[in-house]
C-alpha cells in the first residue's frame, strides 16, 4: 500500500504541452506553420485546428500529426496580420476521450524601414546638385496591449467569422510577454465532444448508456458462469433460470459494445449524431483500442449464447469452460480503452483493473444469479441455504478486492484528497463509493444475520423472503454504480 501512496498519480487526458507560436507568445512577421505539443499521442481530423485573426478567419490547412505521434502540425496558407489570433484546436487523446481548447499569440509587424541617407551628385558631372532623400515622417512604434487570450471556462471562445478583435490604443502599456516558467493560459475539455456547439445533448447520455450496457452485459455474463460452475452445488437443477441470465447477459454486452463504436464514432467527429457516418472520424476509432476490446466482447457474447444452447455449459469442461475463458477476455478487454489504456505506472494499473472488474463481475453476476434462483425456488418451496452459504463467501472475497483495487485506483488518479469534493470525477467518484457501501452493508446483513436463519432451518421461510428483498434492492444498487462507473470514463480527474 505504501508503493500506491508513493505512486506519482498520471491518470489525465493528453493536455497541450507547448505550441508554436507560444501561448501568449509574441511573435514579429507573419506566421507560416501552427505547432501544438501534447502530453500523450493524440489524433486529430483535418479541420480540427482553425486560426483566428484580427479580421477574422485566417485560412489553414489540414492539420496532420507528426511522427512523434504527440505534435500537430498545421500550414497557415493566409498571411498573419498584426494583432491578436486565436488558435481554437480539438483532438482525440490517448484514451480515446476528445479534448478541445482554445490560446492566442500576438503578431507584431515587420521592424520599420530607416530612412534612405542622401545620394551624391555622381562625380564628374558638373552642375548637378545632390537631392537628399527625406525620409517621412515616422509615427511612433507603440506595442500592442495585452489581451486576455483564453475565456473562462463559462464563456465560450469567440466563433469564427466574428467581429474584427477591438486593438489597444496608442497609449496603451506595452505588450508583457509570459516568462518562460508561467502555465500556458489554456482552456481545455475532455469531454469537449460532449459541449462543443452544436453537438446533440443525447451524446453524452448515448455514452453513459453504452458503457452501462457493456459493463453489465460482461458482469452478468461472467458472474453467471462463475456460479454455475463454483458456486451452486446442482445447477441443472436451476437452469432454466441460469440459462436465461446468461443470454440476457451475452445479448446486453454485445449491443452495449456495437453501441460503444457508434458513439465513439460520433463523439470523435464532433458534428453530432450525424457524425456517426464520418468515415475519418470511424478512421480514427478504428486506430484505437476500442475496435479490439468490442471485437473481444462481441466474440465473448457469441460464445457464451452457443454454450448456452448445449445445456451442459454449467460444468467446467466443454462449452462452459470456453465461455468462461472468454468471459475473462471480456473483463481484461476493458484494458484496451478509456484511463487504463493511456495510464501510468501501467503494470499497476492494469492488474488493479483487472481485479477490480472481475471481483465485481463476480459480485454483481453471482447476485443476480442467487436472486433468479432464490426466486425460482421459493415458487416450488425448496430450500436456497446452501446455495445463498457458499455465495457469502465468495462475495465477501469479491468485497474485499474491490475494495483493496479501488483504492489503489482511486490513488492513481487523484493528485489530492481535495479533488474528492472539488472535481466532477471525484464528486461522481464519492457517489459512486456511497452507492458501493450501500451495498456492502446489504452484503453483510445477508451473510451475517439471513445466511445463519436458512441454515438453522428457524423461520426459513421469512428469511427467504428477507433474502429475495435484500437481494433485489441489492442488484438495483449495483445497476446505480455501474451507471457511476460508466460516467466516471468519460470524466477526467
Given amino acids: 500500500m505504501l508503493l500506491i501512496v508513493a505512486m506519482p498519480p498520471v491518470w489525465a487526458h493528453s493536455a497541450l504541452q507547448s505550441a508554436h507560436p507560444a501561448v501568449d507568445g509574441v511573435v514579429e512577421g507573419p506566421v507560416d506553420t501552427l505547432l501544438l505539443t501534447f502530453g500523450q499521442p493524440v489524433r486529430v481530423l483535418s479541420d480540427d485546428v482553425s486560426l483566428q485573426g484580427p479580421s477574422g478567419v485566417v485560412a489553414t490547412g489540414d492539420a496532420v500529426v507528426q511522427a512523434d505521434r504527440v505534435t500537430v502540425a498545421v500550414p497557415v496558407t493566409e498571411a498573419t496580420p498584426a494583432g491578436q489570433h486565436i488558435v481554437v484546436w480539438r483532438v482525440i487523446g490517448a484514451d480515446g476521450h476528445p479534448i478541445e481548447g482554445t490560446h492566442s499569440f500576438t503578431v507584431t509587424g515587420p521592424a520599420p524601414t530607416p530612412a534612405q541617407p542622401a545620394q551624391p551628385a555622381e ?152 457524425g456517426m457516418f464520418d468515415v475519418d472520424a470511424m478512421a480514427i476509432v478504428a486506430d484505437g483500442g476500442l475496435v479490439p476490446a468490442a471485437t473481444i466482447r462481441i466474440a465473448a457474447a457469441t460464445l457464451a449464447f452457443a454454450a448456452s444452447r448445449t445445456g451442459t455449459w454449467h460444468r467446467l469442461g466443454g462449452p462452459g469452460f470456453a465461455g468462461l475463458t472468454a468471459a475473462i477476455g471480456a473483463v481484461l478487454s476493458f484494458q484496451l480503452t478509456g484511463h487504463t489504456a493511456s495510464s501510468e505506472p501501467a503494470a499497476l494499473v492494469r492488474v488493479a483493473d483487472a481485479v477490480h472488474v472481475g471481483a465485481a463481475t463476480v459480485w454483481t453476476g453471482g447476485v443476480a444469479s442467487l436472486l433468479v434462483v432464490v426466486a425460482g425456488r421459493r415458487r416450488a418451496s425448496r430450500r436456497v441455504d446452501v446455495i445463498a452459504a457458499r455465495f457469502a463467501s465468495v462475495a465477501a472475497a469479491s468485497v474485499v478486492l474491490v475494495g483493496l483495487a479501488g483504492l489503489a485506483l482511486t490513488v492513481i488518479a487523484l493528485d489530492a484528497p481535495t479533488q474528492l469534493w472539488t472535481t466532477g470525477y471525484g464528486q461522481v467518484l464519492l457517489a459512486k463509493l456511497a452507492v458501493v457501501g450501500v451495498i456492502g452493508a446489504i452484503g453483510a446483513v445477508n451473510h451475517f444475520r439471513v445466511v445463519p436463519r436458512l441454515e438453522g432451518g428457524a423461520g426459513a421461510g421469512a428469511a427467504d423472503g428477507a433474502l429475495h428483498r435484500l437481494l433485489r434492492v441489492e442488484l438495483a444498487a449495483f445497476a446505480t454504480a455501474v451507471v457511476l462507473t460508466s460516467a466516471l470514463v468519460g470524466l477526467s480527474p
Avoid: C, K, N
Avoid at 177 to 199: F, H, I, R
Fill in 123 to 274: 562625380p564628374g558631372v558638373a552642375g548637378t546638385t545632390p537631392t537628399p532623400t527625406v525620409a517621412p515622417p515616422s509615427t511612433p512604434s507603440t506595442p500592442l496591449a495585452a489581451v486576455p487570450v483564453s475565456p473562462r471556462p463559462s464563456e465560450p471562445a469567440p466563433p469564427l467569422g466574428a467581429a474584427p478583435l477591438a486593438t489597444a490604443p496608442a497609449d496603451s502599456a506595452p505588450v508583457d510577454t509570459a516568462p518562460a516558467d508561467t502555465a500556458p493560459a489554456v482552456v481545455t475539455d475532455p469531454d469537449a465532444a460532449v459541449d462543443a456547439p452544436g453537438a446533440d445533448a443525447v451524446v453524452p447520455v448515448a455514452g453513459v448508456v453504452a458503457r452501462w450496457l457493456a459493463y453489465v452485459g460482461v458482469m452478468l455474463t461472467g458472474g453467471v458462469l462463475v456460479f454455475a460452475m463454483l458456486v451452486h452445488p446442482h445447477p441443472l437443477e436451476d437452469r432454466g433460470a441460469l440459462d436465461r441470465l446468461l443470454v440476457v447477459g451475452a445479448a446486453t454486452m454485445a449491443v452495449g459494445s456495437v453501441a460503444q463504436l457508434v458513439v465513439r464514432t460520433v463523439v470523435v467527429s464532433g458534428d453530432g449524431i450525424s
